[in-house]
């Protein structure tokens, strides 16, 4: 067996995909401090009591629509026609060198015609702040905002954050009608809501229903999400809108909807009311968000993995990578640790942990409560400015020759490849990146129903680390048991992942 491009193991299906989160940090704005609170950019009302949750009663939204219409405006956009280069894959014959030569090896242009976008905001203070999504202001080069009142005016856009999808314009007006914010970590499944806003254009309208769940994450591309889920009806036109209570306090900026169809099925989710209020003081603070960052690459226990590696109980965040030279790194942070709490505050999953990090300041001390061979220790970490970093989705497109997979060792029906230079590129791959590649893996395999695809790299086995295809190959050959502890780079990040060979045999 060759000691580059590999067969390799055998084991047959199963587990859990985990969950991934290159960590970083969630939303400080330098907005607050652990130890004390800064003054806000901008001073919302806010009312932290939790909405009456007392009987039922047949009454009408009437008065609290009446105090919180006002507070929603539409918002126009327009977008003059301008020249921009045209996307190679849709100009037919552009690889010709007879066209490219002709274009002087250039892509060529093409006029993109006047757009206009329509979309809406929540006035949240008196002085002319107004938030909304990103989507509805992105690229635009006039904003116009439309107040109950009738006014038209025009908006200054004060900034944009693409990884919560929120922004927030300005106009020059005085003495506006600003919404008031609920404590969003306070709503629960069932509290009745309102989503608020101008659904195609037709007027400012309002729709009732329940939040039907908390913390979403559906994958929409965003770097941030915690979304609030609600089945009130919301409509293309009502991104940017409203959602409140029957108190008529903001609990959410409307953002988007689940659909099969583009239309509204039930599934609306909104960005939360404190989410968006550290948003806006960072944007407008600083124009833009400044994110707490510890270098480190952290994600969910599922049950399997916290058999495996021997955990009595799923909460915390398992780091799965330190960043080289990171606060992280520096604290001694180290792969296989478990995050349980942050400043005391406990980490129920690695989605909370990452929030956490992200709302406290560059800079700040913190302590982190760390499970390591089973015992609990404290580390000091001191948190940096996170920079905004696109990871690489690429995967091989070609692959070298290969030995047939056999059926020696676990992780049956996988191939593995050294990491040559030119593989190194095609996948855009750390420097520091040190394993196997998985060029193939069978389908009806225990590693496929893991969730391991061609391009991701195994880093170790069972704990051990992996150099090489040889060294994946031994380490498979030598591994005990049903269960194969792996540590990944994929898709960008590093997780852990379990192939458990139990399951395949029960199929």
Do not use: W
């Amino acid at each position: 067996m060759h000691s580059n491009r590999t067969p390799l193991f055998n084991r047959r299906p199963t587990l859990l995909v985990v969950c991934v989160l290159a960590l970083a940090g969630a939303f400080a704005a330098g907005a607050q401090s652990v130890k004390g609170e800064a003054k806000p950019a901008v001073a919302v009302k806010r009312d932290p009591t939790p909405v009456n949750r007392g009987t039922l009663e047949a009454a009408s939204f009437s008065p609290v629509v009446k105090r919180v219409a006002p507070s929603v405006v539409k918002i126009t956009t327009s977008t003059k026609a301008k020249r921009v280069a045209a996307n190679p894959n849709q100009v037919p014959g552009f690889d010709h060198p007879m066209f490219r030569q002709f274009f002087g090896g250039r892509v060529p242009e093409i006029q993109m015609p006047p757009q206009a976008g329509l979309g809406s905001g929540v006035i949240i203070s008196a002085d002319g702040y107004i938030a909304t999504n990103n989507h509805v202001i992105q690229g635009a080069d006039e904003v116009v905002v439309a107040l109950d009142d009738g006014r038209e005016l025009k908006a200054k856009v004060v900034g944009r954050d693409p990884q919560t999808d929120i922004a927030v314009v300005k106009v020059d007006a005085t003495d506006l009608p600003a919404v008031t914010f609920a404590d969003s970590n306070k709503i629960e499944v069932g509290d009745r809501v309102l989503a608020i806003g101008n659904p195609f254009g037709i007027g400012e309208t309002v729709t009732t229903g329940i939040i039907s769940a908390k913390g979403r994450r559906p994958g929409l591309g965003l770097d941030y999400e915690d979304f609030v889920q609600t089945d009130a009806a919301i409509n293309p036109g009502n991104s940017g809108g409203a959602l409140v209570d029957i108190d008529g306090r903001l609990v959410g900026i409307n953002t988007a909807i689940l659909s099969r169809n583009g239309g509204f099925q039930g599934v609306g989710l909104a960005v939360p009311a404190n989410l968006v209020s550290q948003v806006v003081d960072g944007l407008v603070k600083n124009g833009k968000v400044v994110r707490g960052f510890l270098g480190v690459g952290a994600q969910d226990i599922t049950p399997t993995l916290a058999e495996t590696i021997g955990l009595d109980s799923r909460q915390g965040a398992l780091v799965a990578d330190v960043q080289p030279n990171s606060p992280a790194a520096k604290a001694g942070l180290k792969e296989g640790d478990v995050i349980t709490a942050v400043n005391g505050e406990a980490v129920e999953d690695a989605n909370r942990f990452r929030f956490s990090i992200g709302a406290i300041p560059p800079g700040t001390k913190i302590e982190l409560a760390v499970l390591r061979d089973g015992k609990t220790r404290t580390i000091t970490a001191t948190t940096a400015e996170r920079t905004v970093a696109a990871s690489s989705g690429h995967r091989p497109t070609s692959r070298g020759e290969e030995y047939a997979s056999h059926d020696e060792g676990v992780l049956n029906g996988v191939s593995v490849d050294d990491l040559a230079p030119q593989m190194r590129n095609q996948l855009n791959l750390p420097a520091r990146l040190k394993g196997a590649v998985i060029t193939e893996v069978d389908p009806n395999s225990a590693a496929a129903k893991a969730g391991l695809r061609p391009g991701d790299v195994i880093l170790e086995i069972n704990k051990q680390p992996v150099t090489s295809a040889q060294d994946a190959v031994e380490l498979s050959a030598k591994a005990e048991g049903k269960k194969t502890l792996l540590r990944l780079f994929s898709r960008g990040s590093t997780i852990f992942v379990v192939v458990d060979e139990t399951e395949a045999a029960a199929q």
